[in-house]
Nanobody
Framework: EVQLVESGGGLAQAGGSLRLSCVASGFPFETYAIGWFRQAPGKEREGVSSIRNTDGFELYADFVNGRFTISADNAKNTVYLQMNNLKPDDTAVYYC??????????????????WGQGTQVTVSS
């Protein structure tokens, strides 16, 4: 059974930092790509970042603008999203998702079949 479990969300002040974790199980982690997506109240879900565990290829949405860093620990089947210089607009539920790393070049959520339950990130001004 595929499982993705997010943690690390919470409340942060503008300019602060949070680190999200996504622990994966039930599939060959090293052959997959893991993505982070978010959904703010009243908005559609959008891609944030992803990493291909096969070669470390990373993708970031334009709004990240160098503030977030994605990384993977294949030994722990875990992907991290380090978020710095947080803004109130970053407030959202953050989800991690998994797909085969093969032909992964874009942050298209419909290409990710496996999803976690999400973790809330709230940034106060």
């Amino acid at each position: 059974e595929v499982q993705l479990v997010e943690s690390g969300g919470g409340l942060a002040q503008a300019g602060g930092s949070l680190r999200l974790s996504c622990v994966a199980s039930g599939f060959p982690f090293e052959t997959y790509a893991i993505g982070w997506f978010r959904q703010a109240p009243g908005k559609e879900r959008e891609g944030v970042s992803s990493i291909r565990n096969t070669d470390g290829f990373e993708l970031y949405a334009d709004f990240v603008n160098g503030r977030f860093t994605i990384s993977a620990d294949n030994a722990k089947n875990t992907v991290y999203l380090q978020m710095n210089n947080l803004k109130p607009d970053d407030t959202a539920v953050y989800y991690c998702a998994a797909r085969s790393a093969h032909n992964h070049y874009f942050l298209f959520e419909n290409e990710f079949p496996y999803w976690g339950q999400g973790t809330q990130v709230t940034v106060s001004s």
